[in-house]
């Protein structure tokens, strides 16, 4: 299996004859407005291209102990301030937040060899932003919501199965489901942004902006 494994590749990018690549090469000038024009072309060309779920990111997070841990979310908003995602504040991405309030997720579009990564602090957004988000989700997730303490251990499916239909019966259909009080959106604020592009013979193109003191600078870095 473990030579299997090491046979695995692939290899990014379609060059012609003529050298050039199927797709234009990634610079910095593209940065010239900011990180957030380029990152929204790219997520609706990853759309258009079919990527499933492509709002899904990584997001990495750091304990108390300081040990990473990472898990797939979904990218539910994304603006100047930066990226928004909604949680149980009381499950493990929740405390590693409250303990060290930085993280880190890649936005990973292989089809089109394409990922982005942002990183920078956190902070939890307004009941008015949460409220919003929260009535917008179908009844289904917002009953999810109710009935899962995450994170925690639980017994059997079966345990967890009956804590939804125990939802279902607290908040009937004809009842508003109200946002659960430990449960909203954390908003990381970009310090870093970092855009990667596939291409032929490991040799991707790779361009990071990153601020300071209010500024923004970009650079190139090798692959």
């Known amino acids: 299996m473990n030579k299997d494994l090491a046979a695995m590749r692939v290899g990014y990018g379609q ?20 990180w957030l024009p380029l990152m929204r072309r790219w997520l609706e060309d990853a759309v258009e291209a079919g990527v499933p779920e492509p709002n899904a990111m990584t997001l990495g997070t750091v304990d108390e102990h300081g040990h990473p ?7 539910k908003g994304l603006s100047a301030d930066g990226v928004l995602f909604f949680t149980n504040y009381e499950s493990d991405k929740g405390r590693h ?20 990564t942002v990183r920078g602090p956190v902070e939890r957004v307004s ?3 949460t409220d919003e ?10 009953l999810g919501a109710w009935a899962s303490e995450q994170s925690r251990p639980i017994a059997s499916r079966a345990e967890l199965d009956a804590a939804l239909l125990h939802a279902g019966e607290r908040f009937p259909v004809d009842v508003d489901i109200p946002v659960r009080p430990d449960w909203g959106g954390i908003l990381i604020r970009p310090a870093v942004v970092e855009f990667w592009q ?3 013979n490991r040799m991707h193109n790779r361009i990071r902006t990153s601020q300071a003191d209010g500024s923004w600078t970009v650079e190139r870095l090798q692959p």
């Open 15 to 34: 060059q012609g004859a003529d050298g050039r690549y199927d797709d234009a090469d990634l610079d910095a000038d593209q940065l010239s407005d900011g």
């Open 69 to 75: 841990c990472t898990r797939t979310v979904l990218c």
């Open 97 to 116: 937040l409250d303990a060290v309030p930085y993280a880190s997720v890649t936005f990973t579009w292989v089809p089109v060899a394409r990922q982005i």
């Open 127 to 129: 009941a008015e932003v």
């Open 133 to 142: 988000y929260w009535h917008s989700r179908p009844r289904g997730s917002r």
């Open 198 to 200: 596939g291409r032929a």
